[in-house]
């Protein structure tokens, strides 16, 4: 069923040195009705038909055909948890790590029929905040840290056995993660990957050899109380990345909001402009136009056409989180109350 719909026009202008050539690119947001009234943080689309969401009250969500009819599964005994964090293989498997345990991780390989324990535990302070794929089989999920170092797990086997990390660097007092949107983590194919923190400091850690060994690197992001920080962090390659966050509370600054890498994350420059205010989730749109990036908040959405350096205001529907078709320009964005729209770029 369909709420409403909106087509925002944006252009962009290219400058050559001979001609100057313009671009129209139309933002379409069509607001969806997911059939639930929970919070929804995680999402993942697997391809053009199958979409999973999962968040608040235990839910999970799947559509087999594009968003436009969702069924609802409340995993057994975790009504109380909140499942942040999605992964999706097909159909059928899809993986949620929740927010409280003592089970935390959970896999169906039925759709959503059933669902297995796949991680407990009951070490105090456990907090997922976010789970990335590199490939079918090897995966990372991130909880706030415990005992003084981030907490990071592992998989191998696509996700019915974890092991914890141990060779990353100590947190700083105060330094935890976002669980806003299931991007504090990027997991790329080749191996590296990055986790993004706030709080007292706004760093981002990064691995090179499939999250076995970590480095981290500073940030001039707004940091310094529990609310601020970086939300979420992308890359398009292993060398060019991008930054988002603020003030998850005072959502109107947007001093020192974003920023990207060029180097694979071992240093950030922070953007010239800004995001117009907090964001809690940027993803790159293929084939829309040259380094074309996508952020969204819980008071608008904003673009980049130039991997980061300057933002622009699109609009001010507000969501958490983000995910685009993989090879398409169609994506789906979802949010408090169950809110749900899928977005198109053309």
Not at 6 to 25: A, G, R, Y
Not at 108 to 113: I, K, P, V, Y
Not at 279 to 288: A, F, N, Y
Not at 316 to 330: A, L, W
Request: aromatic share 12%; with cysteine; glycine share 10%.
């Amino acid at each position: 069923m369909i709420r409403f719909s909106i087509s925002i026009l944006l252009t962009f202008l290219f400058f050559s040195c001979t001609n100057p050539k313009s671009n129209q690119v139309r933002v379409h947001f069509e607001e969806l009705n997911a059939g639930t009234d929970a919070s929804l943080r995680g999402l993942f689309i697997v391809n053009e038909n199958v979409v999973w969401a999962s968040g608040s009250k235990g839910t999970v969500l799947r559509s087999v055909d594009s968003g436009k009819t969702w069924e609802t599964f409340h995993v057994p005994k975790a009504s109380s948890n909140d499942f942040r964090s999605l992964h999706g293989w097909d159909e059928n498997r899809a993986l949620v790590f929740g927010i409280a345990g003592p089970n935390f991780g959970y896999l169906t390989e039925d759709g959503g029929q059933t669902w297995q324990v796949v991680y407990s535990s009951t070490m105090e302070d456990l907090f997922f905040n976010s789970l990335k794929f590199a490939n079918e089989n090897i995966g990372l999920a991130v909880s706030d840290p415990i005992d003084g170092k981030p907490f990071v797990i592992k998989t191998s086997d696509g996700g019915k056995h974890w092991k914890q990390v141990q060779n990353i660097p100590a947190s700083v007092k105060g330094e935890a993660n976002f669980a806003a949107s299931n991007t504090c983590i990027e997991f790329l194919p080749s191996g590296k990957a990055w986790i993004a923190t706030g709080g007292s400091t706004a760093r981002v850690f990064y691995s090179e050899d499939f999250g076995e060994n970590w480095n981290v690197a500073e940030t001039q992001i707004v940091q310094g109380n529990v609310s601020s920080g970086i939300f979420s962090v992308c890359f398009e390659n292993d060398s060019n990345g991008i930054i988002v966050g603020g003030t998850y509370d005072k959502p109107e600054q947007n001093e020192n909001i974003a920023a990207y890498s060029i180097n694979g994350g071992k240093s950030w420059i922070l953007s010239e402009t800004m995001p117009t205010a907090y964001r809690s989730c940027v993803q790159p749109i293929p084939g829309v136009a040259p380094a074309f990036l996508f952020t969204v908040g819980k008071t608008g959405c904003d673009y980049s056409k130039d991997r980061g350096k300057n933002w622009n205001f699109i609009s001010s529907n507000g969501y958490y989180t983000f995910r685009v078709i993989p090879g398409n320009r169609v994506g789906f964005a979802a949010g408090d109350t169950g809110r749900m729209a899928r977005i198109s770029f053309e």
